[in-house]
């Protein structure tokens, strides 16, 4: 915070006409005009210095912040000064872990997606596994191994005991339970980050050394279930009826990548269709391209995807028509729509929430925010 004349919107909204990110007919909030300062080689210096200039102060500040998931949010007020308020995940700091073995596996869980660990009979959760659910308060709750949702083992070996670890799981609105060798204790420890050549692995919140010294991966077990269930599923119900053949197949289902999720990019500049494109294929997700809202309905017969990434203005059928259609048909009703366009006031944005767009991006946009919306609503969300 300081104690300085605040950010001189007046200046900012000019230098924003100038580099063409605000269009001059329309107006802008002080927290739209704000956010301008972020923008990567934006200044409203009129000479650059070695400390001035550049455009790259407040652009690297936000790269960093939304790199470990962090935000950032300004208040200004003319002649009383500007803060930033910089707020960050507690993962980069300190957090509350459940350790958990399986197997050679020793691995940790969130403290907060626990919701109870149970010993039931050794018999009843092999035939839970085998069902594919436990029978907990009255729900049928899914039942995993968690070494299958690793990749690791399909079924636990260690059979002599008389009780079974089963681990209650919550994310949000999804419950699932995990079965596995042993709960070695609550631990308070530090996550540490593993760089961005893994940041975006699935299910994977980041590693910690432990009081033992040891390392362990930190999980997101309901995440890996979304992703892998059904191949871990195939997997241990294989082993459990001692079938080699069925359980080297369901082996190597666990160790098969899923089906990458399908995006629809809907935009009438070739430009954007090819850079979005190359963008969401990098991170390992298959794309459809259409040039207009007509074109999307053509193509979303041959398919259904998990996301749809729309412009608004577009020929024959601009993106709020497309959201519309979508919203009327039973098929799509429930598709989720991220809508991304240059215009950014508030009453383009509550009109495209009235119409049901899951979130709105103006351009030019932050790959990371994109990148983490995307894996938001295609079930990679770690």
């Not at 949010?73 to 507690?90: I, Y």
């Not at 871990?232 to 160790?255: E, I, Q």
């Amino acid at each position: 915070r300081d104690d300085g004349a605040g950010l001189n919107l007046r200046r900012i909204r000019e230098q924003g006409l100038a580099l063409g990110l605000l269009q001059a007919d329309l107006d802008y909030s002080d927290a739209e005009l704000a956010n301008l300062i972020f923008s990567p080689g934006f200044s409203t210096a009129e000479q650059v210095t070695e400390l001035a200039g550049r455009g790259v102060g407040m652009d690297a500040v936000r790269t960093e912040v939304n790199a470990v998931g962090g935000r950032i949010d300004t208040a200004t007020q003319a002649g009383v000064g500007t803060a930033f308020k910089l707020v960050l995940p507690l993962t980069t700091a300190v957090t509350q872990v459940v350790v958990l073995r399986c197997a050679t596996l020793t691995i940790a869980m969130p403290s907060p997606l626990v919701e109870h660990v149970l010993r039931l009979p050794a018999a009843e959760v092999e035939a839970a596994l085998e069902r594919g659910f436990l029978q907990h308060d009255d729900q049928p709750v899914p039942l995993f191994w968690l070494g299958a949702l690793l990749q690791s083992t399909p079924c636990s070996a260690e059979t002599d005991g008389h009780s079974g670890a089963v681990v209650m799981v919550r994310s949000a609105a999804q419950r699932v339970a995990v079965q596995v060798d042993d709960v070695l204790g609550h631990q308070e420890v530090v996550v540490k980050h593993l760089g961005p050549q893994l940041a975006r692995v699935p299910a994977l919140a980041g590693a910690t050394l432990l009081a033992s010294g040891g390392v362990a991966l930190i999980y997101n077990p309901v995440a890996l279930a979304t992703l892998y269930g059904p191949a871990a599923r195939a997997a241990t119900v294989a082993a459990l009826r001692g079938s080699p053949a069925l359980a080297a197949a369901g082996r190597g289902a666990v160790a098969q990548k899923p089906c990458k999720p399908l995006v629809l990019v809907v935009d009438d500049s070739v430009t954007v269709r090819r850079v979005t494109q190359r963008l969401l294929e990098r991170e390992g997700y298959r794309v459809m391209l259409a040039k207009d809202g007509l074109d999307a309905l053509d193509r979303l017969t041959e398919e259904k995807p998990v996301l749809v990434l729309s412009d608004i203005e577009m020929p024959r059928m601009d993106g709020f028509e497309l959201v519309r259609q979508l919203r009327n048909d039973p098929a799509f009703i429930d598709l989720p729509v991220v809508m991304i366009s240059s215009r950014i006031a508030q009453k383009h944005r509550d009109h495209a929430t009235q119409l049901g767009v899951a979130h709105y991006l103006g351009k030019p946009y932050a790959e990371d925010e994109l990148l983490a919306l995307v894996a938001r609503h295609s079930g990679q969300a770690g």
